[in-house]
C-alpha cells in the first residue's frame, strides 16, 4: 500500500497540548486508529481489516514531541477550502 503522502494531499498538525490534526484532501475510509513510532518518527494507519499503512511524511523533532503526549487524532477532509469532515481516532504510542 503506498503511504498517505503519495495518493493524496494531506499534514500534520500538533501542539504542546497533545492535540494532533491530520488533514488530508480525499475521503478515507475503514480507519481503525493510529500508530506513532517516536525511535524513527513515523506515524502509521491502521484499518478494520488490519491493512497499515504509512503516513509517508517522517514527524519533525517538535511534533514528534507534542504528539508523544496525545490520545488521540483527529482527521479532518478538507474540500475547497472548507472542513468537510471529521473524525476522531485512537492514538497508539509504539
Known sequence: ML???????CGIFTNSRGDALL????Y???????????????L???????????????ISNRSGVNI???V???FALLKGGAIKNV???ALVQR
Open 28 to 42: 478515507i475510509s475503514g480507519l481503525a486508529w493510529v500508530e506513532y513510532d517516536h525511535t524513527d518518527r513515523s
Open 72 to 74: 488521540n487524532v483527529h
Open 68 to 70: 508523544r503526549t496525545a
Open 87 to 89: 473524525i476522531k481516532l
Open 44 to 58: 502509521t494507519l491502521v484499518y478494520d481489516d488490519g491493512r497499515m499503512q504509512s503516513f509517508g511524511y517522517e
Open 3 to 9: 503511504p498517505l503522502s503519495e495518493v493524496m494531499r
Open 23 to 26: 488533514v488530508h484532501d480525499q
